[in-house]
């Protein structure tokens, strides 16, 4: 066997091994209801959420539970979802506020993971206090304050054994100096919180206000077996009508154009 033939089939082996890896930690989010998979892939990418980072899986993983919880009158908020990803390096703006009526990304910002729960990525995630880690799942952005950092915004846990004790813990989203891109610059890795999706002073205050009462914000991670296996993470039997009254994204209107909206992201 030539020297050439060798290299060409280990190129195509590590090709091969790459993509069954790739596959392997980041599934496919499927729906056996073509209808409703067409309406949230319509409003994934009339959001243009891929273009800044955020995988469909993520997306369509916190819609789901979004229409869990409306389904269930759990929502005051109806019309923000945000979502942090923490499948991606704390340098990467990696917190999307999404409006859902109109299918439009608000804001795209940085946010931090907890001390323990790793350096550059957030793969140890625990719902106990003093452990300094986050806490994955579905929340409800509740009540403002003014605390040590200023405006704040208090967080209702919403799934049992996953982020229930968030209030006891005291995770809330509040700004802290560490938060910015030239602490990036510096370290090569955002600073880190005691469990708090702490944001930088940029743009804490545009967040939380557009945020607070009773919004629904999601943290994802594709490490989190318990938060997939939620019920969360199944579709409500009314999802399509859910979908069809609270955003534009119905399939009539992916029928025909529809005016881009200007999406505001923070720099």
Known sequence: MNFKYKSLLLSVFLICFNLTNIFATQ??????????????????????????????????????????????????????????????????????????????????????????????????????????????????????????????????????????????????IHAAKYVSQSFVHQNGYLGRSFGCPALSYKDHKQVINTIKGGSVFFVYSNQNKEESQDVLSELPNNALELLSHYTLSTPSMMERDIPNHKIEITK
Do not use: W
């Open 27 to 172: 599934p496919l989010v499927e729906y056996r209801d073509e209808a409703t998979t067409e309406v949230i892939q319509s409003l994934y990418h009339k959001a243009k959420l891929q273009d800044y980072g955020l995988s469909f899986q993520a997306f369509a993983q916190g819609l789901t539970g979004y229409l869990n919880l409306l389904s269930n009158d759990k929502i005051n908020n109806t019309r923000i979802l945000s979502i942090v990803d923490f499948s991606q390096p704390s340098t990467n703006k990696r917190l999307y506020v999404i409006d859902i009526k109109k299918g439009v990304l608000l804001m795209n910002t940085l946010v931090a993971h907890g001390r323990n729960s790793g350096m550059l990525y957030a793969d140890k995630f625990s719902n106990t206090k003093n452990s300094k880690q986050s806490s994955c799942g579905f929340y409800s952005a509740a009540e403002t304050y003014f605390g040590k950092y200023g405006l704040s915004l208090k967080l209702d846990g919403l799934q049992k054994n996953i982020n229930s004790k968030a209030r006891e813990r005291a995770i809330v």
